[in-house]
């Protein structure tokens, strides 16, 4: 039955080369639901088979990782975040071992980005959800959560309390009130995970995003050209609708903004990116993308200096080797790191 509905939700499309002796076709696909997003493949493979045989194969390994990091849904057989939540306070839970490594990653990534990115808000988060979806349903009525409350969730967001038990592959919240989202690192780094086991098992030249995130592999072409990916124009009004044009090779690409997940209340967006400090959404940005090789640090990157002032990620990005950034501002101004423009295209 997987085979069937992917087969369904696949359109395939073949864009012949011109000329008639050239071995590989660029074919492309995409297919819903999977992290509750559009999934996109592209790649050059020598026929359409060839092709559904790797978009199976990327179905079916981010289908993995959209069930264990799952926090709303229940899958038979399967101890995933929302297990780890429901047995808050109460018995550590059993999990795979790909769970427990995006939970070793993202503990790494709380300390990398002095806290901006926290997988142990959830109580914060959920009542951020609650409001936000109260307020879309019915904006006459929308109202901010009161802050007492959220000063009340950030008391149960300690993540010493995530206590991971690797020889018992064991994962247990010692605090009964605290829960995990890991909505800020889980995509990326499924992406990441899925696009090296694509790898290892012989597919080259692709290009894969999944909800944007992107994550560029070889290059596409008989000449292993660069993949151009646009940077999305936060500016929901403006007619140009990427701000850049960039040329990736066995890059990632992610971005982070207030332009997709929020509501108003009183004439004012509210979105989805919670400063873990303020616990009110961020307000340094209105966008801001991260280019380096992992998808994963792209898409904690894009989080955390999402929340910081823009000195502050500057000088972060600066500090690692093959990572750029580009900021977007409230009035429109961006400003970049230091080698962005070498990934414009030409």
């Not at 009340?152 to 690797?166: C, G």
């Not at 690192?185 to 290009?207: H, N, S």
């Not at 000195?311 to 990005?317: A, K």
Request: aromatic share 10%; hydrophobic share 40%.
């Amino acid at each position: 039955m997987k085979r069937t509905a992917l087969t369904i939700l696949l359109a395939i499309i073949i864009l012949s080369t011109s000329a008639c002796n050239r071995a590989l076709e660029r074919h492309q696909g995409s297919f819903l639901f999977l992290f509750d997003t559009i999934t996109e493949l592209v790649a050059y493979t020598k026929s359409e088979d060839e092709f559904r045989d790797f978009a199976n194969f990327i179905h079916d390994e981010l289908e993995i990782y959209h069930q264990l990091y799952d926090k709303y849904n229940s899958y038979e057989g399967i101890n995933n975040i929302k297990t780890i939540n429901e047995n808050a306070g109460k018995e550590p839970i059993k999990v795979d071992q790909k769970l427990i490594d995006l939970l070793k990653y993202s503990i790494s990534a709380y300390e990398f980005s002095a806290g901006t990115v926290n997988i142990a808000m959830g109580s914060v988060l959920e009542i951020w959800h609650e409001y936000r979806t109260l307020g879309i349903d019915d904006p006459l009525n929308a109202t901010l959560p009161p802050m007492e409350l959220l000063e009340e969730a950030s008391k149960h967001a300690n993540i010493e309390n995530l206590i991971i038990d690797e020889t018992n592959s064991t994962v247990f919240l010692a605090d009964s009130h605290m829960r995990l989202d890991v909505g800020a690192i889980a995509k990326g780094y499924a992406t990441e995970q899925v696009t090296k086991a694509a790898i290892e098992r012989g597919y080259t030249d692709f290009l894969f995003s999944v909800g944007g995130n992107v994550r560029a592999v070889g290059g596409k072409d008989k000449e292993k050209a660069p993949w151009y990916v646009g940077i999305q124009n936060p500016d929901k009004e403006s007619e140009q609708h990427s701000l850049f044009t960039l040329a990736l090779k066995d890059l990632s690409l992610v971005a982070s903004g207030d332009y997709e997940r929020y509501y108003t209340v009183e004439g004012k967006e509210y979105h989805h990116i919670i400063d873990p400090y303020t616990l009110m959404p961020s307000e340094y940005f209105t966008a801001v993308s991260i280019i380096c090789e992992d998808s994963g640090m792209a898409d904690l990157l894009s989080t955390a200096i999402y929340n910081m002032p823009y000195e502050e990620g500057l000088t972060l990005i600066e500090g690692l080797e093959n990572t750029e950034a580009l900021w977007v501002f409230h009035d429109g101004s961006m400003k970049y790191s230091s080698g962005f423009n070498s990934l414009l295209k030409k």
